[in-house]
């Protein structure tokens, strides 16, 4: 239990570094929902993410192979440093170079013409963003999480203000959107002044052996990524494309995926649950690998991160009515139904990327990408079907049956090959109960908002203390 317990305080910080920073930027969606209307702010969603989707290739599933093979017995970790980091600048440059030489037909094939500048911009972001992806990595894997917190943190901070004073000190209309792309940009620069050090001694580096053998183990890693932000990147397309005309009478398609983008930014609150025990937990996973009880301290583990995900749905999907304060504009306010069916889908995720654990160990990633691919196909054929009988509530349930099949599919495959007994009746229990809670508070109505706020924390209440019921002997350990 002593493990788990270390690896709780690391996911603590880890949060820190995901969750203070994300939560600083939701906070800033009321200063860009009160400057755009869902049709603009749609713009702004659709590119961010096409770079959602293109981050995934420009880190190339490095960070994981950094981790593979730094772990290894006797691996010389300067070396494996710079393989990974020469991986990364070399496809970041390349891809960065290719969208800012043609960035103007860029920008009229994403729906931005005119916009060159849009590309160039983002172009900028995402290569600071990937070189210092593996800095970032050697913070985990060396667990000095309250340096990573910091220059997280400190980023945010950084775009936080700048963000206010573009917006309340120096706004012009005709750069608009352009603002929050520029305030990312210059925030995003500070991590080179950061990681400066780093970059001095990294030595641009290619082993015959050692590169393309890391690439063969990294490439189905990036294949499972496109799946994960494929689902959300190919919603805003199909919502555009496949929404029936006036389905939302008044509303165009662009405004809707405004609506569906500013409302999908409430499920992040479960994301950073997920990104903040990812960043801890796989080089938790790769360091106790070889621990003859490291299948049951997985199981545990996946167990304890399943009822911490129920909490968050719980206490978020009950509470989408105070959700309404962040956003002053009312055209928001009718998206808000798609926040517990995201909120599911991100829970299956999470339990989904504990489950890939199976196939990272074994060297078995290409398993990675047959489930990636049968993501994509399923994604693409529930959007198809629900989009134009649900609108963007049939989105964001696609989301949730897609993540929650290729959780199903992880969870087989890995018991065939990896064997880990995990606590599923109980996992399962945990979701379905928790979920029908969500429903059922949300059917009753209250006189004030005061009453309502009430009784929800109530029921979270008398959920902590039944889940510790439970739960105690464990907890206590």
Known sequence: MSKIKRLAGETVLYGMGNIVPRLLNLLLFPVHAAFFDPAEYGVFTYLMSFVALLNVVYSFGMETAYFRFVSKPGADQKKIFNLAQSAVTGISTILSLTFILFADSFAELLNAKGHGDYIIWLSVIMFIDNVVSIPFARLRFEK???????????????????????????????????????????????????????????????????????????????????????????????????LP??????????????????????????????????????????????????????????????????????????????????????????????VPPLLLGYLFLGVYYNFTVWFKLTDKTYYGTILAIGGAILTFILNWFLIPVAGYFGSSWATAIVYGSMMIACYVLGQRYYPIPYQVRSGISYIAITYLLVIFVNRLSFTTQLMATAFHLLVIGLFVVGVYAIERKGLKA
């Open 245 to 338: 005309k006036n389905f939302y009478p008044g509303r165009t398609s662009q405004f809707a995926v405004g609506v569906f983008g500013a409302c999908y930014k409430f499920s992040v609150l479960m994301n950073l649950a997920i990104q903040a025990f990812r960043m801890a937990g796989e080089p938790f996973f790769f360091s106790n690998a070889s621990d003859k009880k490291s299948p049951e301290l997985f199981a545990r583990v996946n167990y304890y991160f399943i009822i911490l995900c129920c909490f968050i749905m719980l206490a978020v999907a009950i509470n989408t009515d105070i959700l309404k304060f962040l956003m002053k504009k009312e055209s928001y306010w009718e998206g808000l139904e798609i």
């Open 144 to 242: 000095k999480p309250l340096r990573f917190a910091l220059y997280r943190i400190s980023n945010v901070v950084i775009l936080t203000g700048l963000n206010l004073y573009f917006f309340y000190l120096a706004f012009d209309p005709a750069i608009g959107i352009g603002y929050i792309f520029i305030a990312n940009l210059i925030a995003n620069s500070f991590y080179i002044v950061f990681f400066l050090k780093d970059f001095i001694q990294w030595r641009p580096t290619f082993d015959r052996e050692v590169t393309p053998t890391m690439v063969r183990y990294a490439f189905p890693i990036m294949i499972t990524g496109l799946a994960g932000m494929m689902n959300e990147f190919f919603s805003r397309i199909s919502l555009e494309q496949w």
